[in-house]
């Protein structure tokens, strides 16, 4: 067995966060052909460096076969839609961005936020390695480099005069393999008086709302601010404001300049300091302690669809997210427990979930079938999806949510 060494700061790995056991790719949605073929699946064990506290997986399989023909279109939640829009206005005031500036984003996908400056007038171009995504850029008036972002990229983008007012680098971090490569990319892409800003789901809200299902091989680390402000010092950057947001389930935006930006930190840092440290993320026996809260999911979970199955009450699901092949592959549940999930997404309907090989139909088949509950697996949209599918309680219908424990909605 060979050792495993901290994306961070090279210590070996040793402490287990959570082992969720053997799990196929999550985006990796099957046709009916490859259900024939049988698939690969690897390890999913999130390890905590002793030295850093940085929660991480193992590279199993290259990024770029994870990313290269990626069904993730960015533009299909709604929700989601309104947080890029208002993300742009704000960006736009605080920054005074013009028709001078350039507004680069690193994972641009089909130009879901750069449209939104283009609008304004203000230059945007993507950076995004899904050919097939960036061409939906592309096709929507949106410059696009197709490539992985990180020291090569930056460096061909700088020599070529670009120079960047502001990029955004939204949930992107945690997918990044060479955490170092990736962060030194800014270094040489940022204006002197630039500020790049970097979205990515809150270590503090996974732990305390148990939100292990936004664990899969994709997320390759999993942050705390405390870990995120050494990295950045790490490459000449310095982390000078933060915001709390309800995203994802709870994540931060970070405000990121170079080290001798004349931006003032604000009292916000502190603020986030003091409230990791007394959640005890500063501690490595908080995150020995995870693994049980997880074990006690899968318990409710399979509680919950046995007697449900025993009873007659058909439960099927909504959405297939990564993070719902996360839930159903590591509690093993299978279409034998939940008959089918929806999407609202073309591009997902009449393919299988990896793994557990449930099918995804279209939304309205929920009304056809009518069953007594619908798991809901992206809970961090649950309101929006309780809305469009009200109709259900027409015939008694339920909602449920699995994290941070299993709950039937009223
Ligand atoms: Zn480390």
């Given amino acids: 067995m060979t050792n495993k060494h901290c994306r961070f700061c090279n210590a070996d790995l040793k402490r287990t966060f959570v082992d969720l056991g053997r799990s196929p790719l999550a985006n990796s949605l099957l046709s009916a ?18 030295d850093c506290l940085l929660v ?14 990626y069904l993730y279109f960015s533009s299909y939640s709604q929700l989601w839609l309104q947080h890029c829009r208002e993300y742009a206005e704000q960006m736009s005031k605080r920054f005074a961005l013009n028709g001078h500036s350039l507004v680069v984003e690193v994972a641009s996908n089909d130009g879901y936020l750069l449209q939104y400056f283009k609008e304004r007038g203000i230059g945007a171009l993507g950076v995004e390695p899904a050919a097939n995504v960036a061409k939906a850029a592309k096709d929507k008036g949106i410059p696009t480099e197709v490539a992985f972002f990180g020291v090569e990229t930056a460096h061909r983008l700088a020599a070529a005069g670009k120079s960047a007012d502001l990029i955004a680098a939204n949930n992107v971090l945690a997918h990044v393999p060479n955490l170092h490569d990736f962060v030194a990319g800014f270094k ?40 995120a402000d050494k990295i950045f010092a790490r490459h000449g950057l310095r982390i000078y404001d933060v915001e709390s947001l309800p995203t994802h389930g709870g994540s931060l935006r970070l405000f990121v300049c170079h080290a001798d930006a004349p931006f003032a930190r604000t009292s916000g840092i502190d603020d986030l300091i003091a409230k990791e440290r007394s959640a005890g993320l500063d501690r490595i026996d908080t995150y020995a302690k995870f ?3 997880v074990i006690d999911i899968k318990c409710e979970l399979l509680d919950f669809l046995i007697e449900a199955r025993r009873n007659g009450k058909s439960v099927v699901g909504y959405g297939a997210p990564a993070k719902g092949n996360t839930l159903l592959n590591y509690c093993g ?6 008959a089918y999930t929806v999407d609202v997404s073309p591009h997902k309907q009449g393919r299988y979930l990896p793994g557990v090989q449930i099918p995804i139909r279209a939304p309205d088949h929920i009304f056809k079938t009518r069953p007594h509950h619908v798991l809901i697996l992206p809970w961090n949209i649950k309101e929006e999806i309780m809305e469009r599918m009200a109709a259900i309680r027409q015939w008694g219908g339920r909602f449920v949510t699995a994290i941070p424990k299993l709950t039937v909605l009223p």
């Fill in 33 to 50: 052909e490859d259900i024939e073929r049988g698939e690969a699946s690897y390890p999913l064990h999130a390890y905590v460096c002793d």
């Fill in 56 to 69: 991480q997986l193992q590279e199993f399989e290259r990024a770029e076969n994870i990313f290269h023909d």
């Fill in 188 to 227: 040489l892409l940022l204006k002197p008086t630039g500020t790049a800003t970097f979205e990515f789901p809150h270590l503090l809200c996974l732990i305390e709302e148990r939100q292990f299902d936004t664990i899969y091989h994709e997320h390759f680390s999993y942050f705390s601010f405390l870990v």
């Fill in 291 to 293: 693994a049980e809260a």
């Fill in 333 to 338: 549940v299978g279409p034998e427990l939940v």
